[in-house]
């Protein structure tokens, strides 16, 4: 499978912006959530994962060109939420807090998931 300009070019601007996004919500919620914890990824975790939920559940009800969902979900979400920044931040945490460590893991790992299937169910529901 070969991925046309279009879609290349909307994940590109789709990740432009996720990645944008990203960085003002993790330096806004570490200017005013001044903690040791990582909030901020944690948030752009949580919601990312929540609205991917919410587009998944619309994808199943509605006809979205692939350039679309490309643009909103492997570009826009892809940046908005962050993995490998999850991954150095806990490790780093391991080093000051094995209580951190863990609570950051168990937080994304299980919050995330909870934040896709709620909003996937919302959606459904509201569709029905």
Excluded at 13 to 38: D, K, M, Q
Aim: aromatic residues 18%; glycine residues 10%; charged residues 5%.
């Amino acid at each position: 499978m070969s991925l046309s300009w279009q879609t290349i070019l909307a994940i590109g601007l789709g990740g432009f912006l996720g990645a944008i996004v990203r960085a003002y919500a993790v330096h806004f919620t570490n200017r005013y959530f001044s903690i040791e914890f990582p909030l901020g990824i944690l948030l752009v975790n949580l919601v990312g994962s929540f609205i991917i939920g919410v587009l998944f559940a619309y994808f199943s009800h509605f006809t979205v060109s692939v350039n679309v969902k490309a643009f909103l979900t492997t570009g826009f979400l892809g940046a908005l939420t962050t993995y490998s920044t999850f991954a150095i931040e806990t490790y780093l945490l391991f080093s000051t807090s094995i209580y951190l460590a863990i609570l950051n893991i168990l937080s994304n790992l299980i919050g995330t998931i909870i934040a896709a299937g709620s909003g996937y169910k919302l959606i459904q529901f509201f569709l029905k």
